[in-house]
Structure formats: C-alpha cells, structure tokens
C-alpha cells in the first residue's frame, strides 16, 4: 500500500497526533537529543519536514531507527509539539507500508534477560511492531 | 399605548449585507404600538439622527427602538438623540442586529429572521419602560495608587502636579520597585538609580503626595468618583516619625543571617533592616520572623541604640479609612519561579543565575559591591551562556507562560554588552529564539552588542545545564544555523525568566471589581482606544500589572493614566446611573440575600412600621438601596426569593415581556 504525498503527510500528523504549526523553530529539542550526532534529520527538522510533507525523506532516513525514543524533545518542548511522535508516526507508516511486524508482544517474554535493559525492549517495540 | 418608532440601520453593509433592512422594517411596523418604522444607511449620522428627532416631533412618539450595532457602541448617542427632540432618553431601546445578527450569520433568510425577532423584543420592553431622571453624585479629588514602582511614582507625580491630593500603596518597606534593583538601563545605559532615586525623592517631598509604604489595601467599597478604601499599615515594629534612618540599629543588630530579598537571597541582611541605602521612607524595618527579642525575648539592643527612641516591639497592625474619587493599579511584576525548569540546572547549581540576580551581580550596591564573580567561589568566569525566553512563550507545554516577556531581548542584549565592556576576557553567548527589538534605537542596541562586542548570538535554544565536577556548567545546545549541537564548557548561566503580574494582584482585582485576563494581568476597557482605563469606572492601570512593558512605555502609561485621573478629579460631580435597584418595602422579608450578592455595598436594612390588613402596626426589617452606591448590576434581583428587588429601567417584566417576545 503507498500513498500519496499529502495523504501521507496527513496520515503522520494524525498517528503523531501534535501539531506540527505549533513549532516555534526553537530547537530546544534538537539541543536536547542525546543522539543528534547519529542523525541526518534532528528532531526540529522531523517537525519542519512533516509540515512541509517530506514524509517519504523522513522514512528513508536513519534517523527515525537512530532515535532513541527517550522522549527528551517531548518534554523539553515547549509548544507541546512532541517531534519524537512523528518519528514514531513515521516509522509506523514505513513498517505498515512493508507490511511487516517485526515484532511481536508475544515474542517480548522470551528476548528478556539480565543484561538487557528494559528501556532498550520498550524502545524495539515501539520502533519494530506494527 | 405608547407610541413608538423603529429605525432600522443598515450600518452600509455590515447589517445590511446579511439582514434584509426593508423586510425588518415592514415587519415591525404591525407591531402593536408601532406608529412609523423605517431604514437608513447610517442612524448614528447626523442625517439618520435627525430623522429620529424629526420622527419623534411629527409622530409625537413616546418611545423608540433602534435596531442597529450593540448598545456599548451608540446607546450613549441615541439617548442623545432623543433627548434634543425631548423624549425622556430612558424610553431608547437598543435591538443589537450587528454583532448578535448580521456578523454572526452567513444566511439572509436567518440572518433577517432573526433581526426581526430582536425587533420584536425591543418594542415589547418599551412597552413597559418609564422615564427615568439621572441624578448627581459628587467627586472626592483624591487619588489612591497602588503599588510603588516606576508606574506609580510617576502616576502619583503627574497627577499631584495638576494640584489634587494622592496617597501611594507600596507593600515594600519602601517605594521605588524593580527600577531599583536594576544596574543600567537599556538602551541608553545609564544607571537606573541615579534617574530613579530623584524621582522617589521627589514624591516623598511632594506636598500632594503620602507615602504609605509596608502597607496593603484591605478594603476597598463604593465605586467610580466615591471609593472608600482600608488601608492597613503593617507593623514595623519602629516609628516611622522618630526614625531618622541613621542605620544604627541595623550595624548593631547581631542576627545578621536573614535571606537578604532586595539582593535576592544572595547576600544576608540583618533583623532590624533598611532595604537600600536611597530608600524612601528611610525608615527601618523589624523583620519578625528573624528578631531575637521578637522571637525570644531576649536582646533589645537596637532599642538601646537607637537615640530617636523609635524602636517599639509591641507595635501592631493600624488601618486606615479614606475616601477617593479614582484608583490607580500599578502592582508591576514579578519573574516566575523556575522550579519546573530543572533543564537549566537553576535549583542545582548557584552559577545558574536569572537576570534580576544578575543585575544585582553587576550593581555597584549589590552583594560582589559590582565586580561580576562566580556566587558558588567567588571566581571571575570567563565563559559566560545566556539563554532567552525561559518559561515565555511556553504554549501547549505544562509549564510557563504562553505570552512573551517582551523586555528579556533587550535586557539580555544589555547584560552581554556590559560583560565584554568591564571584562573583554569574557566569552559571551546569547541563545535566542527571536530577538524581538522593536523600540526606538532597540534594533540598533542589539546589533551593537554583535557588531561592536562581539557577543555571539547563536539561533536556538539550550536544551540541557549540567553541573560538572570541576565546578562548570556543561551547556548542551542547539545552532540551527550552523546545524550543530553545542556542547559549551560555562562559568555562568544567566536566564531571562519570564514574567508575571505580581502574586497579590488576582485578590485586589476582586477586591476592585476590576478584569484581569487568563494570565492575571489587568484588562484594559479598550485594548487599543482605552489602553489605560479599566472597565470598572474609576479604575485606572499604570506599567506592569496591565502586561510586560520596558521603563520608556511603563511611563507613557503612567502619564497616561494621571491623565485620566486629573480628567475626572477636575470635575464636580459625576452624572448616575438612574438603572439602579429598588425594594418593595411591601414584598421584602429582610433575609438580607440581596446584601450578601451586592459586590458594591449599596444595601442596607431599616427597621420600618408598617400598617397591617388588620389595621394594627408592625415593625419589619426591609432593605434600602443607596441609589448613589448602586451600579445596576443586577445581582439582587436574581437572589431575592420574594421577588422585591427590581431593576430600574431592567425590571423583571420588562425582561419577561422581552422573552416571551422571542418565544411568540
Ligand atoms: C532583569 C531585568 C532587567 C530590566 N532592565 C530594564 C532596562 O534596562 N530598561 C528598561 O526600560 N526596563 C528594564 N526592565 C523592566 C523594568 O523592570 C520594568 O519596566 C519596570 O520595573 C516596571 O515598573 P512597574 O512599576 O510597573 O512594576 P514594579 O517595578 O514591579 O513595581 C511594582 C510595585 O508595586 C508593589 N506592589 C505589588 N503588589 C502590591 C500590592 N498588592 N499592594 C501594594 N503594592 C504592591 C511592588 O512591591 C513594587 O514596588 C528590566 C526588567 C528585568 C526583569
Ligand atoms: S522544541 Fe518544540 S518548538 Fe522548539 S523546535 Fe523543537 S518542536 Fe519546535
Ligand atoms: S532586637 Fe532584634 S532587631 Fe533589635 S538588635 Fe536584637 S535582633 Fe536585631
């Protein structure tokens, strides 16, 4: 399934569900990134690229599997604008348009043990689960 | 009957373009009482108003009914109107057919529809209405200011000028506000005190002025021309007469571990205190939660040295009654707390500073005596990080203010310059979002600090302040411009922190039955037309409380609202409102709801002798009005249970007549 330009732009907004107009430009949140230097895009640029409706740029790009979905941009964001839900919402539009889910719940229980950090399971299953 | 006339005015299209004029007019003429009804372009021209006076000659009408714009807009001139052709001006109905019709609906059909019903109601009230005659109160030429910073000082100079008497409210051991605690002044630089301190000079010398400083308002009744306010006088535990301000006490005091506030806890104060050396009053100040004799008993010893013998530690809390004709709110502001903000490391480190501490930092009087070092070790710091807009313009966000401060652009420009002025071995950063100039010779200001200072303006904003172990501050930030992150190695953070209207303004605005918006700033009656007045009769704003202003426009306002102060203290009397309430002795059971609702105090019982059915006499408590108190609000008539009170020129058949003009 692939949309169009706009449809997907609308898509992204809506999954996201922030307004990306809020955006003042201020870049407290691209200043907050604790991965900005793995990115092409940084968080101020997923917003300004979903307004102006780069969303397919935004799914090819590293930056949505580099982010670590810490959510710093979104409580630092002083707009309400939450730039981390559009990579989220772009990310889904991606692993919806491949039609896969790489992830299952159900395959959560058995990927856990000692070394591995809670925060990194949550993190996968948000980015690779449909 | 009455004989009553309808004009219908098409307001060129803005009632006309959505509401079939013609069609309203045709109507409203079969309506019972109705002896003429017509159109025009413009009713509130001369020509439309002189075909409303010729009307009400040939047709020797006894009411009218303007269909039109909202009566806030042209009830005044139509009340006029029809007084030049002698008919009483309380027999004009205003049915609001522009902004209640025309501006609201899209559908002619609708919007005419609807017009026509608003027509209907109006000449039902007409039906019902009564000439009414205005009377007269008179002026107390005597102002009230509240709050004594730059706005009130000069509120309270310009209007003891003009020769009429002025009492200033200061909560503050002393008047003079934040001007005092600020070092240099953008954006001419120079110093706040030196332009302030004359100005508070003088209006301790003025003999049209009284300072009551360490003073609230506890009361205030009465309304526009006649307020009458308790003021109460909090203890200082010295007299303000005897004290000569010599500063004795203070050097001797020995609980010298008291949060200094004028230098914003940054240096320590003693117990017996005068905030600044160029205080006025220049009076000394017992601070009793600090007091050794106040809090044990023991001690005593500014009593001893004081040689005026002002010293009094049983002294308590005195109230005051005066009666003014206006009032001036000028509470100022505050910056907000940053608590919230932990991203900015402000509660964690002492290096973290806000931009009011860094004026005192910088102030000559302040706790470093105006050399710029580290308050964590006293160190001179070489990297210094300034970050604009902290908690303003916060919308959507859980913390902060949605508005902009409007004068951190500027304040922060000053703060840099100065830096790489004193220190030139300074490395000085502005983080900004916008820098917002607009001010004669702001832009200019600001350019200087990049072009001849060097301060390094970077677009965007910090994101992180962590405190490191070698005592800097590690600034994570963002430069959209260059498309980097920072990570900068500071001495010092200074935030220019939002502000706020002062926290004792939203209790006083009850207390004044005065406006305030969402963020607890004063209303103005007009943002644009009234930018001074309140939309409470005889309150007016000065500086701060009204929205964040520099010091040039605190003062434009302040002169701005002496004037209107002198324009109504010049006159004798005031004309009323003759729509006031009034009680039927007959139906009033005296349970006083309607005094507990009046906002104004304008109800009072009396006990009367009433002769019974039965021919014997009764004493009854019922309520009495004070016609000149009353402001026709309303609020009695709603809460009396025996339906006795009513409202002159509003009474209840008057609005059922209305209601069951639109339900027909
Ligand atoms: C860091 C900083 C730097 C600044 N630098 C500059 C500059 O360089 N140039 C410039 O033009 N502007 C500057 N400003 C702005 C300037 O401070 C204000 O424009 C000015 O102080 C406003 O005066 P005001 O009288 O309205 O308010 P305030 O100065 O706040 O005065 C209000 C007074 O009312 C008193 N008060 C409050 N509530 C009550 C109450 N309920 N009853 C009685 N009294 C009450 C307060 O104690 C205070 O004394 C700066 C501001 C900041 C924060
Ligand atoms: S922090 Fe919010 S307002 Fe600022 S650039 Fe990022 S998304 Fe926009
Ligand atoms: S009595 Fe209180 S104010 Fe006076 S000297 Fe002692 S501690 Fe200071």
Redesign the pocket.
């Known amino acids: 399934m692939s949309h169009n330009k706009e449809t997907l732009r609308e898509i992204v907004i809506e999954t996201a569900g922030v307004n990306p107009r809020k955006c003042m430009k201020c870049g407290k949140c691209s200043a907050t990134c604790p991965a900005y230097d793995e990115m092409e895009y940084h968080p101020h640029q997923f917003v300004s690229m979903v307004e102006a409706g780069k969303i397919e740029e935004l799914m090819n790009s590293k930056s949505i599997w580099m982010c670590l979905s810490c959510f710093a941009c979104v409580e630092r964001c002083p707009r309400g604008v939450e730039p981390a839900s559009f990579i989220e919402a772009a990310r889904l539009a991606l692993i919806r348009q491949q039609g896969k889910n790489h992830l299952k719940a159900e395959d959560v229980p058995a990927k856990l043990n000692d070394k591995l950090p809670g925060q990194a399971i949550v993190s996968a299953f948000r980015k690779y689960s449909k | 009957m009455q004989r009553i006339g309808v004009f219908v005015c098409w307001c060129g299209s803005n009632i006309a373009g959505t509401v079939d004029v013609h069609k309203v007019a045709e109507a409203l003429k079969s309506e019972p009482g109705v002896v003429i009804a017509t159109q025009y372009q413009y009713m509130c021209s001369e020509a439309g108003q002189t075909l409303i006076k010729d009307a009400i000659r040939d047709h020797k009408l006894t009411g009218i009914v303007v269909c039109s714009c909202s009566p806030r807009m042209h009830e005044a001139t139509f009340r006029k109107t029809a007084a030049a052709a002698g008919l009483n001006p309380y027999m004009v109905e205003i049915a609001n057919i522009r902004e209640q019709c025309s501006w609201i609906h899209k559908d002619m059909e609708v919007g005419t529809e609807k017009a026509i019903i608003l027509g209907r109601a109006a000449i039902a009230k007409v039906h019902l209405n009564a000439p009414l005659v205005a009377g007269e109160s008179p002026v107390v030429k005597r102002a009230l200011v ?8 000069q509120t309270a100079l310009d209007i003891a000028d003009a020769g009429f008497p002025v009492d200033i ?4 051991p002393t ?8 070092d ?4 001419t630089l120079d110093c ?1 005190a030196c332009i302030l301190t004359p100005k508070m000079v003088d209006a301790a010398q003025h003999d049209k002025i009284n300072i009551y400083a360490y ?3 506890a009361e205030v009744k009465g309304f526009v021309g006649n307020f009458s306010v308790k003021i109460k006088q909090k203890a200082r535990m010295v007299d303000p007469v005897k004290c000569t301000g010599c500063g004795l006490c203070v050097e001797k005091c020995p609980m010298k571990k008291v949060p200094n506030e004028f230098n914003l806890g940054m240096d320590k104060r003693s117990a017996i205190y005068i905030p600044f050396a160029q205080a006025v009053p220049k009076v000394a100040t017992i601070d009793p939660t600090a007091c050794l004799k106040m809090k044990t008993g023991k001690c005593g010893l500014c009593a001893t040295v004081c040689e005026a013998g002002a010293i009094d530690y049983t002294q308590q809390d005195s109230f005051i009654e005066e009666k003014y004709g206006a009032i001036v709110v ?6 907000i707390n940053l608590d919230q903000f932990d991203e900015f490391a402000y509660n964690q480190s002492p290096d973290v500073v ?3 501490e ?2 005192r930092l910088t102030n000559a009087a302040g706790p470093t005596a105006g050399t710029l070092l580290r308050p964590s070790d006293g160190k001179h710091p070489h990297t210094l990080v300034f970050v604009q807009c902290v908690g303003s313009r916060c919308d959507g966000a859980e913390k902060g203010k949605s508005y902009c401060s409007k ?2 652009c ?2 922060t420009a ?2 840099a310059m100065l830096c790489r002025e004193k220190y030139p071995d300074t490395e000085v950063y502005v983080f900004y979002i916008d820098v917002r100039t607009p001010g004669k010779n702001f832009d200019e200001f600001y350019r200087r600090a990049v072009e001849e200072y060097g301060v390094k303006y970077i677009k965007g904003m910090v994101g992180k302040v962590a405190p490191q172990a070698d005592g800097s501050l590690l600034v994570q930030a963002s430069d959209l411009i260059e498309g980097e992150q920072l990570k900068i190695k500071a001495d010092m953070v200074v935030l ?2 939002a ?1 706020e209207p ?4 939203r ?2 605005a009850t207390m004044l039955t005065a406006s305030m918006d969402t963020n607890d700033f004063f209303t103005e009656a007009h943002p644009k037309l009234r930018p001074v007045e309140s939309p409470t009769a005889g309150v007016f704003l ?4 009204q929205g ?7 003062v434009s306002q ?1 002169s701005g609202a002496a004037a209107k102060v002198i324009g109504l203290l010049v006159k004798d009397s005031l004309t009323c409102n003759p729509c006031v309430a009034h009680s039927d002795e007959l139906m009033c059971n005296g349970c006083s709801a309607c005094e507990k609702v009046c906002p104004y105090g304008a109800i009072t019982y009396q006990d009367k002798e009433f002769r019974m059915p039965d021919r014997t006499t009764a004493i009854r408590r019922v309520a009495s009005v004070n016609p000149a108190v009353c402001q026709g609000c309303g609020a009695c008539t709603v809460a009396c249970p025996s339906g006795a009170m009513d409202l002159n020129g509003f009474s209840n058949s008057q609005i059922m007549a209305e209601v069951d003009a639109i339900c027909k």
């Open positions: 509240i709050g004594g910073g730059i706005a009130g000082i409210v200061e909560t503050k008047i003079g506000g934040k001007m005092a605690q600020i240099k002044t953008f954006p706040a003073s609230e308002v000028a509470t100022g502001y505050n910056p806000t931009s009011l860094f004026e004068i951190c500027m304040y000053k703060h220019a922190a502000i002062d926290q004792s303004a209790p006083l000065s500086g701060c409380c964040p202003k520099d010091i040039p426009e605190t302040a």
